[in-house]
């Protein structure tokens, strides 16, 4: 088969590094910055519940990559899987491929085996691979066994969980870097009268800043009352 290049995806601006709040997981973030450069883990499998960041991790490696003079590319699949296993071809001439959702490929034979396919193709070129997921590797139900055996291969991460005082730092480091001051008082209020989920409490951030902007008030809580209201 001759090779293609593949529909480019952009990299969301947003999604860098030093756009993540770390918490606990500073030292997932150095494994990340290293591959990203060319040096470290050749394989990653970065995996944890859903909104801790996954994506955003791995349009930050792209995004890294491309600064140190690497090429790269982000696929995120979908479920169900919107894109034909053609899509793989030719991705192994980039230096650093980032797949988002490697646990939709289950029990779906035609992307397995592509998969698998290109997968032996990446490593035999020395290229880098990343890969997330919600559950650990050895827990994949793949109907291929030796794609199985290839994913547990690499270096496994599990992103940890965000307390109450991480989700109110994380809380001020986003607000700081759109340019205006949240208080602990204010982020914890924001914790006990709203959605938890840290995707939740981004949105409300970005809709909380157009607020306040609009307003020219600062985020106090007697103002969240009121937008809340």
């Known amino acids: 088969m001759a090779e293609q290049l593949p529909i480019k995806f952009d990299f969301r601006d947003d999604h860098k590094f030093d756009d993540y709040f770390p918490g606990t997981n500073q030292e997932i973030i150095d494994h990340l910055k290293r591959f ?18 996954k994506t955003h991790l791995l349009h930050a490696c792209c995004h890294e990559a491309n600064q140190n003079g690497l090429s790269s590319f982000y696929i995120e699949l979908t479920k169900p899987l919107s894109h034909d296993p053609d899509l793989l071809t030719g991705l192994e001439n980039f230096d650093i491929v980032c797949v988002d959702n490697i646990d939709f490929l289950e029990r779906n034979e035609e992307w397995e085996l592509a998969f698998f396919n290109f997968f032996n193709q990446f490593r035999d070129r020395n290229r880098r691979l990343l890969v997330s997921a919600v559950s650990a590797p050895n827990v994949l139900s793949f109907k291929l066994p030796d794609l199985h055996s290839r994913i547990n291969w690499g270096l496994s991460l599990k992103i940890k969980p965000f307390d109450d005082a991480d989700k109110m730092a994380a809380l001020s480091y986003k607000a700081k870097q759109k340019g205006f001051e949240i208080s602990p008082k204010t982020a914890q209020y924001l914790l006990s009268h709203y959605d938890r989920k840290l995707a939740s409490l981004w949105k409300m951030l970005e809709e909380l800043d157009s607020a306040s902007l609009a307003a020219q008030r600062k985020l106090t809580i007697p103002f969240l009352k009121k937008l809340m209201e």
């Open 36 to 53: 990203s450069s060319g040096s470290g883990e050749e394989f990653i499998y970065l995996y944890g519940n859903k909104g801790y960041g």
